[in-house]
């Protein structure tokens, strides 16, 4: 006869023990350290154009260090405490692309990005969201996840940018020739990963994987 209130009692006690874990998770300092940090990268973005127009190539090029330390920090956060929020999925890559685009602008507009270049990184990323806004008009709600060239190509771009700014401060011969192959790599990447990505999508339609119009899949 006790073993209803036995139940109910476990019962309790369960959702008791899941309120108190959810009440910590939510006074845990931690839990938006990643969203925090991809913040303050975007914060850094007019501080770092401010330094390059005044030609403080030092200060700049410490504030780009900064803000991949945090963008490496943040991802390591988001999984070692297993805080991967739909908010942070959005803003760190628009935080990335903000600072990158934001940069190779200003180092173009003082010359030391050539006009090629910085017109290619951008005739690509209004491409992809191009082709992203028409297939997910076609197919529905669809997930982008960045190719292996894609990160290449946004590896490549902030190495280009690093040692951009590093050559306004030492002359070696080092960085000349690093800046030379990083540019280079940049624009190489950049057409490769871009013409990649189009030939993903292209295989991706309803067509090509005889899925329905309003199924969720996703792009490597």
């Not at 013409?195 to 339609?205: E, K, N």
């Amino acid at each position: 006869m006790m073993r209803p209130a036995t139940v109910a009692g476990a019962t309790s006690v369960s959702g008791l023990h899941a309120m108190a874990e959810d009440s910590t998770d939510r006074l845990n300092p931690l839990r938006s350290a990643p969203n925090v940090l991809t913040l303050l990268r975007i914060c850094l973005a007019p501080f770092l154009v401010s330094a390059i127009l005044d030609k403080r190539f030092e200060i700049s090029f410490i504030l780009f260090l900064v803000a991949g330390f945090t963008d490496a920090l943040d991802g390591l956060l988001a999984r070692v405490l297993h805080q991967r929020t739909v908010l942070g999925q959005y803003l760190d890559p628009v935080a990335d692309k903000l600072l990158l685009s934001t940069l190779f602008i200003v180092l173009t507009y003082e010359g030391l990005i050539p006009a090629r270049i910085t017109a290619l990184v951008f005739g690509r990323d209004v491409g992809i969201l191009f082709v992203s806004a028409i297939l997910y008009a076609a197919v529905g709600r669809r997930e982008f996840r960045p190719s292996i060239l894609g990160k290449a190509n946004t590896l490549a771009q902030v190495m280009a940018v690093a040692v951009v700014l590093l050559h306004q401060i030492s002359g070696a011969t080092w960085v000349v020739a690093l800046r030379l192959v990083a540019l280079d790599l940049t624009m190489i990447l950049t057409v490769v990963s871009g013409l990649h990505y189009a030939w993903i999508a292209s295989h991706r339609t309803p067509n090509a994987t005889g899925g329905s119009p309003g199924a969720k899949q996703t792009t490597p």
